[in-house]
């Protein structure tokens, strides 16, 4: 069965996890400097990662999918860094992982 992971965020991610696990959805949460999403119930998983910000971010994402089974899961990022992530990366993302269409998302913050 495949799942949603959502990537940061605070209230927004923490109303996400909520949301999707009402109805069943798996959620993991991979959380960085801000941890609310990972105290729902709905969260089945939380998991350090270094962050949209890190050189390796992105290979980081495809080598857990690979390690975890991940394949095909939705990647719901909540965070403008992790918007801009997933947004400069959406080709090599997509190959594992169920993304939203491109964001129009400057490189400027």
């Known amino acids: ?10 209230c927004g991610a923490l109303a996400t996890a909520r949301s999707l696990g009402r109805r069943g959805i798996p959620v993991i949460f991979l959380s960085g400097s801000n941890k ?6 709905h969260v089945r998983r939380t998991i350090e990662w270094p962050g949209p910000e890190s050189a390796n971010a992105v ?3 495809l080598e857990l999918s690979a390690r975890e089974g991940f394949d095909g ?9 992790d918007v ?21 998302v400057s490189s400027a913050t």
């Open 1 to 10: 069965m495949s799942g949603a992971i959502i990537l940061g965020g605070d």
């Open 36 to 41: 609310l999403a990972s105290f729902s119930k």
């Open 59 to 61: 290979d980081w994402l």
């Open 73 to 81: 899961w939705t990647l719901l990022p909540a965070a403008d860094a």
């Open 84 to 104: 801009r992530l997933v947004s400069q990366n959406h080709e090599r993302l997509s190959s594992v992982f169920k993304c939203s269409g491109r964001f129009n």
